[in-house]
Each structure stands twice: as structure tokens, then as C-alpha cells.
Nanobody, 121 residues
Framework: QVQLVESGGGLVQPGGSLRLSCVASGSIFSIDTMAWYRQAPGKQRELVATITNGGRANYADPVKGRFTISRDNTKNTVYLQIDSLKPEDTAVYFC???????????????WGQGTQVTVSS
């Protein structure tokens, strides 16, 4: 079917930067909006940013001005540039493709396995 694989997480000091990547693969015909979510320990998963296949981006208030979402449709890849990291950004970051149309014309909501981001000195 369709898989999403995230990468780029790690341990970073406060004020540092990371770039997360998420590659979609499989029997993909098209992907509509892609998104990044995060889930901190003991908290619910929350939406971080979304981007349409036309490149229109939206951000959750806590990350505006520090996070930048982008995508390369030719590579079925979405990125999340994270700058000025804070300890409260520590979480598992998940990639989501909420409306994937497969080559069999089946619509899927697909999640990646997550990548850990830890912000600590």
C-alpha cells in the first residue's frame, strides 16, 4: 500500500535546529494535504503544521515563526525545518498524509512511525 517514513530527529540543545523529513512510498497516485503532528510524553497528539499539494502552509500558534513546513511533490516528501528549539518542543513527531489516492483509486489516511526530537542541554 502506502508507507510514510520519517527521519531527522535527534538530541539538540535549546536554540538549535533540526530538519525532519518524511518520504511517502508505495502505490501512490496523488497526495493532498500533508501534515506534521507531535506527541509529548503524557500529552495528546497535536497538530503542528499542514501543507497542501499547492504549497499553502498553516501552523499551530506555538510554532509560528520557528517551524517551516515544505514539500517536494516530485519526491513525495514533506519537510519540517525546526529552528530556535525549546525544551517544550520535545516530542515524537509524526508525519501524516490524510488523503492519499492510490493507483487503485482507494483513499487512505496514512501515518508514519514517528521520529523523536529531544531538546535538552
Amino acid at each position: 500500500q502506502v508507507q510514510l517514513v520519517e527521519s531527522g530527529g535527534g538530541l539538540v540543545q535549546p536554540g538549535g535546529s533540526l530538519r525532519l523529513s518524511c518520504v511517502a512510498s508505495g502505490s501512490i497516485f496523488s497526495i493532498d494535504t500533508m501534515a506534521w503532528y507531535r506527541q509529548a510524553p503524557g500529552k495528546q497528539r497535536e497538530l503542528v503544521a499542514t501543507i497542501t499539494n499547492g504549497g499553502r502552509a498553516n501552523y499551530a500558534d506555538p510554532v509560528k515563526g520557528r517551524f517551516t513546513i515544505s514539500r517536494d511533490n516530485t519526491k513525495n516528501t514533506v519537510y519540517l525545518q525546526i529552528d530556535s528549539l525549546k525544551p517544550e518542543d520535545t516530542a515524537v513527531y509524526f508525519c501524516n498524509a490524510g488523503n492519499v489516492l492510490t493507483t487503485a483509486r482507494v483513499r487512505l489516511n496514512v501515518w508514519g512511525q514517528g521520529t523523536q526530537v529531544t531538546v535538552s542541554s
